[in-house]
């Protein structure tokens, strides 16, 4: 990292605090050479495997997760920012963790511990996804498709 004012490479870190809620680290920095100060968001990069159900391990994807809510979330209560938001909660908690490795399984409980106390429709299908509950998954959408307005503590 170079100062911005005058490309001096040493710089010293005055002050650093995380802020989670948007996946980076923000650090003031003052320039040895130069004594100017400014400001650097770094981003955390979570140094997760996801070790799955057939075995195989893959680097953990926000993208990924993402999706997987935002699949389980249409048509809810659940804005994208929400959605947004559970995603950046979740990750800081794996952060907090320390861990190098979380299973699917363990993943899939952490989302799903959050989105229960969120809707119940986005709960079910997501639970439909990560433990496979075809047969439950598609009841749910066939109540739905009865009378869309219910929720599911309405409908069964
Ligand atoms: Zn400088």
Redesign the pocket.
């Given at each position: 990292m170079k100062?911005p004012?005058?490309?001096?490479t040493e710089l010293k870190v005055t002050d650093s605090r995380n802020a989670v809620e948007m996946n980076a680290i923000r650090r003031r920095r003052e320039?040895l050479?130069?004594?100017?100060r400014f400001t650097t968001f770094e981003t955390v990069e979570l140094m997760v495997q996801v070790h799955k159900r057939d075995g195989r391990y893959e680097d953990f994807q926000q993208q990924k997760l993402t999706n997987g809510l935002e699949a389980a979330c249409r048509h809810t209560r659940i804005s994208r920012n929400q959605v947004h938001a559970l995603v950046a909660k979740i990750m800081a908690e794996l952060m907090e963790l320390g861990v190098k490795e979380i299973t699917t399984h363990d993943l899939g409980e952490m989302v799903m511990k959050h989105l229960q106390m969120l809707d119940s429709i986005a709960y079910i299908r997501y639970a439909c996804v990560y433990k496979r509950f075809t047969d439950i998954c598609e009841l749910v959408e066939a109540i739905r498709s009865i009378n869309p307005k219910d929720g599911i503590q309405t409908a069964i």
């Open positions: 100062c004012y005058c490309n001096h320039c050479n130069c004594q100017r």
